[in-house]
């Protein structure tokens, strides 16, 4: 392991140490312009729930991510970002429509469906996706 190798294994410590002091033992992580590029660079499976309060359909949709937040804890990482505080990253995936759900994958987008869907439609996309890793 080279000098590179170290550094990079130190910035991904580093990141899952803050994300566990500012979220605690909660399933979904908070994710915010500043900090969505490191949440999304996981060897994990990482869903990002693309969300804004005022949003009917993602009231509904909450609850059920966090459920599969914590039945799959371990498995992969859930995260939120509001659309409205989170403008950049909200341009940069081009999100027009919410509530749009994204998986990532080492920084890469692998898949996404948008709507507010339930429970086993989401979850018969996460075992899809977890069986091809």
């Known amino acids: 392991m080279d000098l590179d190798d170290t550094s990079e294994i130190r ?3 580093v990141v899952e140490l803050i994300s566990k002091a500012q979220n605690g033992d909660k399933p979904v ?7 969505f590029d490191a949440a999304i660079s996981s ?4 869903l990002v729930d693309f969300w804004a309060p ?5 009231r509904f949709v909450s609850p059920i991510i966090e459920e599969l937040g914590s ?3 371990g498995s992969m990482k859930f995260g939120k970002l509001n659309v409205d505080e989170n403008q950049i990253t909200s341009s940069r995936y081009r999100i027009t429509s ?10 890469k987008q692998v898949d ?14 996460i075992k899809k996706l977890l069986a091809s890793a």
């Open 11 to 13: 910035k991904k410590m």
């Open 29 to 35: 992580v908070e994710l915010s312009d500043s900090n």
């Open 43 to 46: 060897d994990q499976l990482t």
């Open 54 to 58: 005022w949003c009917a359909p993602c």
């Open 71 to 73: 039945q799959y804890s």
């Open 98 to 107: 919410i509530p749009t759900i994204m998986f990532f994958r080492k920084g």
């Open 112 to 125: 996404y469906v948008i709507g507010a869907l339930p429970k086993n439609v989401l979850e018969g996309k």
